[in-house]
């Protein structure tokens, strides 16, 4: 399998996908050298509709064949969040007033990984029973969430289990640079090397 997304039609990447994640080695963390069972499922941000389908349609299979998904979105947690401390209506409202650098500012603040984000995730997880944790939502907590601040705080609480992060843009690896999630393939969020390219993990 190539890591190559864009030479992949969408029905070979579910194919592929649902092979790798039901099968016993992804789901018994095998192959990994001891590293923490992270997975990303790099695809182009103009297929955002279709890999969300292709999430729908890889969940309820999953689930029919007794392989149990958690899936965790981040943006529906923010959401959430803002809800509980009982200010989203008041950032709905300030959204025009206030400039993007200072909305940004106050979301990392009340949305901060550490403090609060994977708080919220790990309550999810303990309330499921489930065998492989999806996540989704990247593009669209952008800029006030990084991806690699999610992850590296999820490292505490999500290791008994898979965890596959549904990215739009690229994760590329060099000896160089090291690995990096590059979000929308243009904006590279800083080095993030833990995690296994999906694609190129054999079932």
């Given at each position: 399998m190539t890591a190559d997304i864009a030479t992949l039609p969408m029905q070979e990447r579910y194919n592929h996908l649902l092979e790798v994640i039901s099968g016993q080695r992804f789901l018994r963390k095998q192959g990994l050298g001891n590293e923490v069972p992270f997975f990303i499922c790099?695809?182009?941000p103009d297929e955002a509709v279709a890999m969300a389908r292709l999430q729908r349609?890889?969940?309820n299979t999953l689930?029919?064949?007794g392989v149990?998904?958690?899936?965790?979105d981040l943006y529906d947690i923010a959401i959430d969040l803002l809800k509980e401390r009982g200010i989203w209506a008041q950032?709905?409202?300030m959204e025009a007033s206030v400039s993007k650098a200072e909305l940004?500012?106050?979301?990392q603040g009340v949305l901060d990984p550490e403090a609060h984000l994977v708080p919220a995730i790990s309550a999810r997880m303990q309330a499921a029973e489930f065998d492989v944790m999806f996540i989704a939502g990247v593009g669209e907590v952008f800029p006030y969430i990084r991806s690699h601040n999610v992850l590296?705080?999820?490292?505490?609480?999500?290791?008994e289990k898979p965890t596959l992060m549904f990215f739009p843009g690229a994760y590329t690896y060099s000896l160089e640079a090291g690995a990096s999630l590059d979000l929308f393939g243009r904006l590279r969020d800083d080095k993030y090397y833990r995690a296994f390219n999906i694609y190129l993990?054999?079932?």
């Open positions: 790099p695809f182009k349609q890889l969940h689930d029919q064949t149990r998904p958690l899936g965790i950032i709905l409202e940004k500012e106050l979301l590296n705080n999820l490292q505490s609480v999500a290791k993990y054999e079932a």
